[in-house]
């Protein structure tokens, strides 16, 4: 069985995000979508809440290979834990490249056995972010463009009370 593994921070997810999850569950047999902390990042959205959206998300699409999971810890180590020897990684342009590249180098000097498949983003989400996406809501601005539809409301509410502090 070939399973794969979607690391990320989707803080929150995005039809970006998705677009990968759809074209990636169809490569394999299975793939676990894996919510994982970014030292560098500050969240804006609990782990729990994350995994939350992901999973609503994608039982609105019915994909019935996809499960969804927080991971504490290496990327490498949780894969390894899963019996995964791919990590899926979206690309949308050069500039992610440069970081991308030095992570899947990093991971795999962790971990031999894994190896880090792109995905080239659907040209319709090249300029999409989460952090995009959070400061529209901060402002009340519709998000709905840019988030699964059946997460719109509760996104939105949620990035309206969490005004940044001026
Ligand atoms: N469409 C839209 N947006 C996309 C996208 C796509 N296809 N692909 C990436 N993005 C955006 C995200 O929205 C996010 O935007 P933001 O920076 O504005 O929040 C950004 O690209 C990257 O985020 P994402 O892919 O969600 O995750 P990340 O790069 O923050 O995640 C981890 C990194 C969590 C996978 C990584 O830090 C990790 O594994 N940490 C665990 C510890 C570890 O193993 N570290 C060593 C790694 S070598």
Do not use: W
């Not at 949780?78 to 992610?96: E, I, Q, W």
């Not at 989400?125 to 400061?135: A, C, G, I, T």
């Not at 840019?146 to 969490?162: G, H, S, T, Y």
Request: proline share 3%; aromatic share 8%.
């Amino acid at each position: 069985m070939k399973t794969a593994v979607y690391p990320g921070s989707f803080d929150p997810v995005t039809l970006g995000h998705m677009d990968i999850i759809h074209r990636a569950a169809l490569m394999f047999d299975h793939l676990t979508v894996a919510v994982g902390i970014n030292i560098n990042k500050r969240a804006t959205f609990s782990p729990e809440e994350r995994v939350d959206f992901l999973k609503r998300a994608i039982a609105a699409e019915g994909l019935h290979n996809v499960t969804v999971e927080a991971y504490h810890g290496l990327i490498a180590d949780y894969a390894a834990s899963l019996n995964a020897n791919t990590l899926v990684r979206g690309l949308r342009a050069m500039s992610d490249f440069e970081s991308e590249f030095q992570m899947a180098l990093a991971n795999r000097r962790i971990n031999q056995q894994v190896d880090t498949a792109f995905l080239v983003t659907n040209v319709e989400y090249m300029y999409l972010s989460s952090s995009l996406v959070r400061e529209i809501g901060h402002y009340g601005g519709d998000i709905s463009e840019f988030v699964p539809q059946c997460l719109a409301e509760d996104i939105a509410k949620r990035l309206k009370q969490n005004k940044p502090n001026i």
